[in-house]
């Protein structure tokens, strides 16, 4: 079998909000084979960005795009061509958009592997350990306590057992936030887990304060309080405060987490799989579980990343829970032509062989930018 196409798909909603949140468009990856098998995957990067780096044509052996890598190739080789994509954009690549992009790709290999063989990806990562996983519900703060309290309650109501909150408008003033994690742990009673998403607002001094003053209302997590490239910081608030931290997803490279488990002593390692590929997310891992670390995903996309992401922590010891996006977009909750069932507060493996999940046509029609 070999690869005949690489296509980037770019969808997005008509109308994006200033928000941090990225379930307002995707950059899908659909690799094409001469065997008439197509896998998917997706990228939760810059899309017009990630559809570059695999269109862009040869200019010499470490600066090449995507595609061109890997025209000719089998698919089935997952590893070996991880390390040519590597190799072949070393210059422009070894971390951020390139990473990205080469995780997309990753994860529709992964899918044509799953499709040729007749098995769930699952399989392929070295077998299910269980078949379904809880979920949190992830949810973006909204402006008012009052609207964020109906948020939380729906979350229960839906059947979730844990409920996120993150960004903005949280995270710039002590006695706002407070009201904020007062008010859902309220909402949604002591018997259900509440994760605190920072967005990266505070410095380490102001974490270690916050942790203390929200002990009454048990975080599951404080996730991403702090700037991405301050490992130091995260270690002072590792050494300093009994509180988890979560963190991870702005990582999509194996060196990268190392540094943030190790530097940043974080306690729970949050993988995007569209932003690192199966091929690196088992890898780090690995690592964490060495480490005595648990595994997150991080999911704010589409039903390719839900999928992905519950083939990978079905598949490992340390997986803790899943996260699973529950803001409105289209693009996010109607991307698949059968979604990853969510019942009872649990993801549940889809049956069918690679990914289970096939985008449909009518979404990708209506959302795609040409
Ligand atoms: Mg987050």
């Known amino acids: 079998m070999k690869i005949t196409d690489v ?3 770019y969808l997005r909603l008509p109308e994006i909000q200033q928000r941090t949140d990225s379930s307002q468009d995707a950059l899908l990856v659909k690799v094409s084979t001469d065997a008439g098998i197509t896998g998917w995957g ?3 990067g810059c899309p017009a960005v990630a559809r570059a780096v695999i269109e862009a044509g040869y200019s010499h052996t470490q600066v090449n795009g995507l595609r061109a890598i890997l025209l000719g190739e089998d698919p089935l080789a997952t590893a070996r061509l991880w390390n040519k994509m590597y190799a072949s954009t070393l210059y422009y690549g070894r971390s951020g ?3 990205q992009a080469m995780a997309g ?3 529709a290999l992964w899918d044509i592997k799953g499709k040729a063989l007749g098995k769930p990806v699952v399989e392929l990562l070295g077998g299910a350990l269980r078949d379904r996983m809880r979920v949190y ?5 909204q402006f008012s306590v009052e609207d964020t309290v109906a948020r939380a309650r729906q979350a229960i109501d839906t059947g979730h057992t844990g409920v996120k909150f993150g960004w903005e408008p949280f995270g710039r003033d002590e006695a706002m936030d407070l009201r904020y994690v007062e008010a859902i742990r309220r909402a949604i009673g002591d018997d259900n887990d509440f994760m605190l998403d920072v967005g990266l607002a505070w410095d380490a001094k102001t974490t270690i304060r916050r942790a203390r003053l929200f002990e009454p209302y048990r975080l599951f997590w404080i996730e991403e309080p702090l700037h991405p490239d301050d490992y130091a910081g995260y270690g002072k608030v590792s050494r300093s405060c009994l509180q988890h931290i979560a963190a991870g997803e702005q990582e999509c490279t194996v060196v990268g987490f190392e540094r943030l488990i190790d530097e940043g002593g ?3 390692v949050q993988i995007d799989l569209t932003r690192c590929g199966f091929t690196q997310a088992m890898r780090i891992a690995a690592y964490a579980q060495r480490r005595g670390r648990k595994v997150c ?3 704010f996309t589409t039903d390719i990343n839900t999928a992905a992401s519950l083939h990978f922590l079905c598949a490992i010891e340390n997986a803790l829970v899943m996260e699973y996006c529950v803001e409105p977009s289209e693009i996010s909750q109607r991307l698949a032509k059968q979604p990853v069932t969510i019942r009872d507060g649990y993801a549940h493996l889809p049956e069918g062989p690679g990914l289970g999940v096939e985008p449909n046509d009518e979404v990708i029609a209506k959302y795609l930018v040409r």
């Open 7 to 9: 296509e980037a798909i």
């Open 42 to 44: 997706e990228v939760d």
């Open 97 to 99: 958009a390139a990473i």
């Open 105 to 107: 790709v990753d994860i």
């Open 137 to 141: 519900s992830s949810n973006m703060f």
């Open 266 to 268: 974080i306690d729970i």
């Open 297 to 299: 995903n991080h999911n």
